[in-house]
Nanobody, 124 residues
Framework: QVQVVESGGGLVQTGGSLRLSCATS????????TGWFRQAPGKEREFVAA????????YYAESVKGRFTISRDNAKNTVYLQMNSLKPEDTAVYYC?????????????????WGQGTQVTVSS
């Protein structure tokens, strides 16, 4: 069993930065692919970024490529999402999720464990 807790959300102005953290419990976390998703009001949950168990592979949505960076520290059982050059359209609840393999990582249904989410609001 893997438990997932997100933190680091908040209110930021356009062009600003935030770093989200995804802390997990469970001794096998270091073997899990971890992804970030987001959901804006009235919209479906969408993929943001994913990282393989050892950090060797990453994958990003086109909308965040070049602005967001996903990384992990397995010694701390934590995955990070550094978000720079934030835009109002980045406003959403951001969720962290974990799964075993690094295939079809953009598909929500492939993930087994989810956190409760953290709110990110970007003001214009």
């Amino acid at each position: 069993q893997v438990q997932v807790v997100e933190s680091g959300g908040g209110l930021v102005q356009t062009g600003g930065s935030l770093r989200l953290s995804c802390a997990t419990s469970g001794r096998t976390f270091s073997t899990y692919t971890t992804g970030w998703f987001r959901q804006a009001p009235g919209k479906e949950r969408e993929f943001v970024a994913a990282i393989s168990w050892n950090g060797g592979s990453t994958y990003y949505a086109e909308s965040v490529k070049g602005r967001f960076t996903i990384s992990r520290d397995n010694a701390k059982n934590t995955v990070y999402l550094q978000m720079n050059s934030l835009k109002p359209e980045d406003t959403a609840v951001y969720y962290c999720a974990a799964r075993r393999s690094f295939v079809r990582v953009a598909e929500t249904r492939q993930y087994d464990y989810w956190g409760q989410g953290t709110q990110v609001t970007v003001s214009s």
